[in-house]
């Protein structure tokens, strides 16, 4: 079971146990508290984040005003909810097709955070809204890199622009070239994982960042990385 079905299931049991109760009083909303508190935890939830959104659950079930024909136990549940959504960031963000032709589009992040399979689904969402996407492996590290993503792509007959021998600066600035000439108005470029105590990889994405001024570049996280996303 994932950390999210475990949270969501925590979080459910400690619902159900709340409206279940005759009356829900100051010490039933900070049963429910505790144990929001323990499940967050238990997802790796950052301590201060915890804390925050903790003490507002508590604020808001206590001490707003009820709407109209809203029970208290009512009340504080829409509360536990619209806290959590705005915890998870509240509205989906939009995402346009790009305006600018060619968009580029920059994926970093660290060594198996999935940027190369996100590659291919971002292509295949732009593909589906009008776009016409190319990718192209700045990837010269991993081995098997360019085959891994040159099978995922073909499957929605996306091209991968690659070159054995070149450096990934080169590698970008030939596919650019080449995709802009044919016309490919959506460039996803996938780079090599890297942490930050690899300067030299540091530097070279840097390097990529000013050889290709991207018109956007997109960090890409594992779900479950817990408070690592702080560091």
Same mark, same amino acid.
């Given at each position: 079971m994932s950390v999210l079905e475990n949270l969501g299931r925590s979080l459910s049991d400690s619902i159900k146990r709340l409206l279940r109760l005759p009356v829900v009083d100051e010490k039933a909303v900070n049963e429910l508290v505790r144990d929001l508190q323990k499940a967050l935890l238990r997802a790796d939830v950052n301590l201060n984040l915890v804390l925050e959104i903790s003490e507002r659950v508590r604020e808001?079930?206590?001490?707003?005003?009820?709407? %109209?024909?809203?029970?208290? *136990? /009512?009340? #504080?549940?829409?509360v536990l909810y619209e806290e959590l959504t705005r915890m998870m960031g509240g509205k989906p963000a939009r995402i346009?097709?790009?305006g600018i032709s060619p968009y580029i589009l920059m994926l970093i992040g660290i060594q198996g955070s999935g940027k190369t399979v996100t590659a291919v689904k971002l292509a295949r969402f732009y593909q589906k809204?009008?776009?016409?996407?190319?990718?192209?492996?700045?990837?010269?590290y991993r081995p098997g890199a360019f085959e891994q993503l040159d099978q995922l792509a073909s499957r929605i007959n996306v091209p991968v622009y690659?070159?054995?021998?070149?450096? %990934?600066?080169?590698?970008? *600035? /030939?596919? #650019?070239?080449e995709y802009s000439a044919q016309r490919y108005n959506l460039l996803i470029v996938d780079t090599a994982g890297r942490h930050k105590e690899e300067g030299e990889l540091i530097e070279e994405m840097k390097m990529l960042e000013r050889e290709v001024k991207p018109q956007e570049v997109m960090l890409i996280l594992d779900g479950a990385i817990g408070q690592q996303a702080y560091r």
């Open positions: 808001r079930a206590l001490k707003e005003k009820l709407p %109209p024909g809203i029970s208290r *136990r /009512e009340h #504080v549940v829409k346009d097709t790009p809204r009008g776009a016409r996407p190319a990718i192209i492996c700045a990837d010269t690659w070159r054995s021998g070149k450096s %990934p600066v080169e590698i970008v *600035r /030939e596919g #650019v070239r």
